[in-house]
């Protein structure tokens, strides 16, 4: 049972316009959201979290939202850039400091 | 601080043999996971330990696979008997119990090739 979907395998943009990457869950109990990005041959590495109390939240060029009636956050990155370009990984936890459980993750390409 | 560090970085086995890996976590995280990621998916939960205790274990993916961490510091991976299906990345991760609980930080994993 994947209860983290992110049914884009892929997308494709162009630098300076915005990438959206979406992501649904099913367990209602999950109260803490997070992405994480992906480069080749490298861990994942924290990008920007939200907690369930909130519907959005920013960091620079990165903006999350959560629709908790949708079970559905997604990823704002305006304006992308060619080094955005990496697998993007949505997360999702019940209970602060227990297991993560990751979606499948989306390949975003940001050509130049 | 050099984050988290795994060895080997990537391990060629024959089926059949065991593998071990180890993970040095953040020195001030008191918390470390393990996690496998097989190709195209997303990390999947293995166990996570606190301080030495290994708190939850449910999710090891068969009596072969097994985790220490003696002494709270660092931690092995053990897969004996390796079959094909073990190929995979091992991420390792670890985080502070508190503030910083959610987020992990990950190492850059030990990837297993079993012919």
């Known amino acids: 049972d994947q209860q983290v979907k992110q049914n884009s395998p892929s997308l494709s943009v162009q630098e300076g316009r915005i990438s959206i990457l979406n992501c649904d869950y099913t367990?209602?109990?999950?109260?803490?959201f997070l992405w994480y990005k992906k480069y080749p041959a490298e861990g994942p590495t924290f990008l920007i979290s939200i907690s369930s109390i909130k519907d959005k939240n920013e960091d620079g060029r990165f903006t999350v939202f959560l629709n908790k009636s949708a079970k559905h956050l997604s990823l704002h990155i305006v304006p992308s850039q060619p080094g955005d370009s990496a697998v993007y990984f949505c997360?999702?936890?019940?209970?602060?400091?227990?297991?993560?459980?990751f979606g499948g993750g989306t390949r975003l390409m940001v050509k130049p | 601080d050099t984050g988290v560090s795994q060895n080997p970085r990537h391990k060629i086995t024959k089926r059949g043999q065991n593998v071990t890996f180890r993970c040095d976590p953040i020195?001030?995280?008191?918390?470390l996971y393990w996690y496998r990621q097989t190709l195209g998916q997303g990390p999947e939960f293995l166990t996570y330990?606190?301080?030495?205790?290994?708190?939850?274990k449910s999710r090891l993916l068969s009596d072969r696979f097994s985790a220490e961490r003696p002494k709270g510091s660092f931690s092995t991976l053990e897969i004996q008997r390796t079959e094909q299906g073990d190929s995979a990345m091992y991420l390792c991760?670890?985080?502070?119990?508190?503030?910083?609980?959610?987020?992990?930080?990950f190492g850059a994993g030990s990837r297993l090739t079993v012919l």
């Open positions: 367990n209602s109990m999950f109260d803490y």
């Open positions: 991760a670890s985080s502070l119990v508190g503030t910083g609980a959610n987020v992990l930080t």
């Open positions: 997360a999702a936890i019940v209970n602060a400091g227990n297991m993560l459980t």
């Open positions: 020195s001030e995280h008191n918390r």
């Open positions: 330990f606190q301080n030495e205790a290994q708190l939850e």
